[in-house]
C-alpha cells in the first residue's frame, strides 16, 4: 500500500475518532466542561485570525479585540428579540430600526463578520502602510478605539452596560463545525497561489515585490481574512456567553491570542489550534492553584494560576523557540517522527541510523 | 532602432549624498551591458532604480517607450524587468518549487475565490503554473532540488535558483548584481556560460553588475563604469581595458599594461 492511501485511511480513522469523541463529549461532559470545549473553538478561531496576519503573512497585528468586538456586537443586535432589546436599552432607548433588526443565527453571524471584515478593509488603508512594531501599536490603538466607540455609543450598543439576553446558539457541535470550516478554508487558501504570495511577504517583502507581488493588495487580503474571522469568532463569543460589553474586548485580548499563535507557531494552523486550545484548556483546569489545599498546608494565593501558568510559558518558549508546530502542520509523518524519536530515547539502537 | 531600456540623466541624492549622479544608461534589446566600478560607486542604487525601490531625484527612466520611475517595484516586475539581489533573497523557508511558483503569480488570472475553492478552471491554472516553474528548474538544473528548502541549497544553486525565480516572470531584460560573487573560477566560467544560454533561450536583454572581471570582459557587448555616482567611461570590453581614466579608478595601474 503507498503512502497517500495510508494516510488517507489515517485521515478517516482520525475523522471517525474526532466524531466518536463528539458523541462521548456531549453524553458524559458537564456544562462546565462542554463550556471549556467551546470557548476553546472560539478561540482557536480567533487565533487562525491572528495567524493569517501574524504567521502567513508576517504582518505583527494586535488588531484582533476591536473586531471580535464588532462581530460580536454585530451578531448580538441581530439576535436579542426586539422586546428584550427595547427593555435593555434603558439609558438611550434604542431606535426603531435597530430594534427590529432580526436574523436567524447563521445570518447574524456573518453579517457580524463581514462588519469586521469592512472595518479592516477601512483601518487597513492607514495601517498598513506601517511595518514591524509599528503596525502592532496602531492596530492595538485601533481596537482601543473601538472599544471605546463602543462604550461611548450609548443609542447603539447600550454604553457600558452591553447587552445581555443574547440567545445561545453554541453547541459543542455548532462550535466545532464553525471551526472546521474556518480550518478547511484556511487550508485550501494556503495551498493557493494568494497563499503563497503571502508566505512570499513574510519570508522577504522586498523579493516579494521584486517578484511582482503587490505588497499592498496581498496584506490586505490577509487583514480583511483575519478580520472577518475575529468578527465571527466575536459573534460567537456573544451567543456562548449571553451577554456582552466593552469589557471584554480589551486589549489584554489581544495578547491571550497572541500568546496561543506563537506557543503552537506562528504560521500553523496546526499550532494556533492547539495553542488555543492548551492556554485555554490550562487556564481553566490551573483554578485549584488559587484554592486553598489544606492537606499541604496552602493557604491558596489568588492568582497563582496566572503566575504557574507564565512560567510554564515561558519554559515552552525557550525550549521550542518556534512553538511547538514551528511554521510546519501537523501530518502522519510529522507524528510517525515524534513517535521515532520517542522511541529512540527509550530504545538506544547501538548503531546510529543514517537518515538520508 | 530606440532602446529597450534608456535612463536620461538620472540622479538621486541621499540627503547630502549623491548615490548616483546623472546616469544615461542605454540598454538595446538583446545585449548583454555591464556596469563595473568600485565599491560604492552606485551600481545596486542604479539597479533600485530602475526597479522601482528608489524614484530618481531627478532624471526619466525609459523602458520600452514607457517612463517607469515613480512606478512600484512590483508594477516595474510586471512590465517585464526582473532582477536578482546583491546577497541573495530567496523565500527561505519555501521549498525551490514554490519560490519559483511565486514567481508566477504576477500573470495569474483566476481570482481569489475561484482559486480558494480550487473551481476546475483555477486548478487547471495553478497545474499550468507548476508545469511552467518546472520548466525553469529543469533549465537551471534545479529540478531535483524542487522539494528541499531554498535555504538548504549549496551557495552556487542559491544563485541559480534565483535567476531561475526571476526568469519566472517571464522579463524582458534580467538585471544580476553580482551574480558570480563567491564563486570559484570553475563556477564562474560556468555562469559565463548559463548566462549566454538564458540571453538566447529567452531573448533577454541583461544588465549584470559584476566585479569578477574575466566574466565581465567576456561576456559584455557594452560596459559602463562608474564611480562615486559618475559614469567615468562607457564602451565596448576591449576600450574599457584600455580607458586610462578606468584603468587609474578601478583596475589599478599595475594590472593592465
Known amino acids: 500500500m503507498d ?52 504567521g502567513f503573512t508576517g504582518l505583527f497585528s494586535l488588531g484582533q479585540p476591536g473586531f471580535m468586538a464588532i462581530g460580536a456586537y454585530v451578531t448580538a443586535i441581530f439576535t436579542v428579540s426586539t422586546a428584550d432589546k427595547v427593555s435593555i436599552y434603558k439609558i438611550i432607548p434604542i431606535s426603531d430600526f435597530m430594534a427590529n433588526l432580526s436574523a436567524p443565527f447563521p445570518v447574524a453571524l456573518i453579517l457580524g463578520g463581514v462588519a469586521a471584515a469592512v472595518f ?23 481596537s482601543e478605539i473601538i472599544r471605546i466607540c463602543i462604550t461611548n455609543m450609548q443609542g447603539v450598543t447600550n454604553g457600558p452596560t452591553g447587552i445581555n439576553r443574547i440567545p445561545s446558539h453554541i453547541n459543542m457541535w455548532v462550535s466545532l463545525l464553525i471551526l472546521a470550516v474556518i480550518v478547511i478554508f484556511t487550508l485550501a487558501m494556503m495551498r493557493t497561489t494568494y497563499g503563497r504570495a503571502l508566505l512570499a511577504i513574510r519570508e ?24 472577518f474571522m475575529a468578527g465571527i469568532g466575536g459573534g460567537m463569543l456573544a451567543s456562548l456567553v449571553g451577554a456582552i460589553g466593552p469589557d ?50 496552602y493557604p491558596g494565593i489568588g492568582g497563582m494560576r496566572m503566575v504557574v501558568f507564565s512560567a510554564l510559558l515561558m519554559l515552552v518558549i525557550i525550549l521550542w523557540r518556534k512553538g ?8 502522519w509523518e510529522g507524528i510517525g517522527g515524534f513517535f521515532k524519536l520517542i522511541g529512540s530515547i527509550f530504545h538506544r539502537s547501538p548503531k546510529k541510523e543514517v537518515s538520508e | 532602432m530606440s532602446a529597450l531600456l534608456e535612463t536620461k540623466d538620472v540622479t538621486i541624492r541621499f540627503g547630502g549624498l549623491v548615490a548616483v549622479n546623472l546616469l544615461n544608461l542605454t540598454v538595446n534589446d538583446g545585449e548583454i551591458v555591464a556596469i563595473i566600478g568600485p565599491n560604492g560607486a552606485g551600481k545596486t542604487t542604479a539597479f533600485n532604480l530602475i526597479t522601482g525601490v528608489y524614484a530618481p531625484t531627478e532624471g526619466d527612466i525609459i523602458f520600452d517607450g514607457i517612463k517607469i520611475n515613480g512606478k512600484r517595484p512590483d508594477q516595474i516586475a510586471k512590465m517585464g524587468i526582473a532582477r536578482t539581489f546583491q546577497n541573495i533573497r530567496l523565500f527561505k523557508d519555501l ?96 555562469l559565463t556560460e548559463f548566462i549566454r544560454e538564458i540571453r538566447d533561450k529567452f531573448h533577454l536583454t541583461i544588465i549584470l553588475i559584476e566585479h569578477h572581471m574575466q566574466l565581465v570582459m567576456d561576456i559584455s557587448d557594452k560596459i559602463q563604469v562608474l564611480e562615486y555616482g559618475r559614469t567615468i567611461a562607457r564602451g565596448i570590453p576591449f576600450e574599457i581595458q584600455n ?15
Open chain 1, 120 to 142: 479592516a478593509f477601512l483601518i487597513g488603508f492607514p495601517v498598513l502602510r506601517l511595518r514591524g512594531d509599528y503596525l502592532a501599536i496602531a492596530t492595538l490603538g485601533f
Open chain 1, 204 to 227: 522577504d517583502e522586498v523579493a516579494a515585490q521584486a517578484m511582482g507581488i503587490n505588497l499592498f493588495k496581498h496584506k490586505m487580503l490577509a487583514f480583511v481574512l483575519s478580520g
Open chain 2, 95 to 190: 521549498t525551490v518549487l514554490e519560490n519559483v511558483l511565486i514567481a508566477t503569480h504576477l500573470n495569474v488570472k483566476t481570482d481569489f475565490f475561484s482559486s480558494v475553492l480550487h473551481m476546475p478552471y483555477a486548478m487547471k491554472e495553478e497545474k499550468k503554473m507548476k508545469e511552467f516553474a518546472c520548466s525553469f528548474l529543469e533549465e537551471t538544473g534545479l529540478i531535483e532540488h524542487k522539494d528541499d528548502i531554498a535555504s538548504s541549497l549549496p551557495y552556487g544553486l542559491q544563485r541559480r535558483l534565483e535567476i531561475a525565480r526571476a526568469l519566472a516572470t517571464r522579463p524582458k531584460i534580467l538585471l544580476l548584481d553580482e551574480p558570480a560573487a563567491g564563486m570559484n573560477p570553475k563556477e564562474s566560467v560556468d
Open chain 1, 248 to 297: 471584554q474586548f480589551k486589549f489584554t485580548v489581544a495578547y491571550e491570542i497572541l500568546l496561543m499563535v506563537v506557543l503552537g507557531g506562528q504560521g500553523s494552523v496546526s499550532g494556533s489550534i492547539a495553542g488555543a486550545f492548551i492556554v485555554r484548556i490550562a487556564l481553566e483546569k490551573l483554578r485549584f492553584l488559587d484554592e486553598p489545599i489544606p492537606a499541604l498546608g
Open chain 2, 243 to 257: 580607458n586610462p581614466a578606468v584603468i587609474k579608478a578601478y583596475l589599478g595601474e599595475e594590472e593592465i599594461n
Open chain 1, 3 to 54: 503512502k497517500k492511501k495510508v494516510h488517507i485511511i489515517l485521515d478517516i480513522v482520525a475523522i471517525a475518532a474526532l466524531i466518536g469523541f463528539m458523541f462521548w463529549a456531549n453524553a458524559s461532559f458537564n456544562p462546565y466542561n462542554k463550556r471549556i470545549f467551546n470557548t476553546c473553538c472560539i478561540y482557536a478561531i480567533c487565533a487562525l485570525s491572528m495567524n493569517m496576519v501574524n
Open chain 1, 324 to 331: 511547538i508546530f514551528g511554521n510546519k502542520e501537523l501530518s
